[in-house]
């Protein structure tokens, strides 16, 4: 069965310093890939997505994040963060044939300090 | 452009009480779900349409009907809440089945059984 870890429940950085999360996913074949940022009291939104290619994917909110099929990894960094970065971030797969379920990891709250 | 709208934001009910949580779209996509959020889990799918008059389950639909008479509604009814049933749950709508496309969701409703 499918299924995403994020290893780290919570990470605590000072604003201007670099962020990376981590995403490790166990999947039959390589998925589509997705990371999702929920702001306090908000929905989710996507924040950028892997199909294929280019495996450096930029994002919006100066995210990026890497795919590195030999590690089954998909971590998203940011080089410097800002207090609004403060947030909860999902990491999920879905299967690259047309099906309904969007497995998600468990989330990282990201806690920034001044 | 509305996007995903749920309501109500907020619920608190008693035990054996049971309620509706309404979601609407006005995207015209053919694709919804309900999710529910717990901490340390993610998100997991309770039931998931892929058009009018077709629903199914998904991961944990056990205490949960849901019903898609149009297009742009799908409300998650809980029979008699339990507990259990204490968390925050999203409704997302996508234009199709394959996850290619982007998935928008509501901003939730938390809800609380006692």
């Not at chain 1, 924040?47 to 100066?62: A, C, E, P």
Request: glycine share 10%; hydrophobic share 35%; net charge positive.
């Amino acid at each position: 069965a499918q299924s995403v870890t994020q290893p780290d429940i919570h990470i605590t950085v000072s604003e201007g310093a670099s962020l990376e999360l981590r995403c490790n996913y166990s999947y039959g074949a390589t998925p589509y890939l997705f990371w999702y940022v929920q702001s306090p009291g908000q929905g989710l939104q996507l924040l950028l997505k892997y199909f294929s290619g280019d495996t450096l994917v930029q994002g919006i909110k100066g995210f990026e994040a890497e795919f590195k099929r030999s590690q089954s990894s998909f971590n998203l960094r940011k080089p410097s963060v800002h207090w609004s970065d403060a947030a909860e971030y999902f990491c999920a797969v879905a299967p690259r044939a047309a099906g309904n379920k969007l497995t998600f990891g468990g989330g990282t709250r990201v806690l920034v300090k001044p | 452009n509305a996007g995903v709208t749920q309501t109500p934001k907020f619920q608190v009910l008693k035990t054996g009480q049971s309620m509706t949580l309404q979601c609407a779209q006005d995207m015209n996509h053919e694709y919804m779900s309900w999710y529910r959020q717990d901490p340390g889990m993610g998100l997991r799918l309770i039931h998931y349409s892929v058009g009018a008059g077709i629903t199914d389950q998904g991961e944990v639909p056990n205490g949960y009907n849901v019903s898609r008479s149009t297009t742009e509604d799908f409300p998650l009814r809980l029979l008699s809440a339990a507990p259990s049933q204490t968390s925050v749950y999203f409704c997302a709508s996508r234009p199709g089945q394959g996850w290619n496309t982007e998935a928008f969701f509501g901003q939730g409703t938390r809800l609380t059984v006692v």
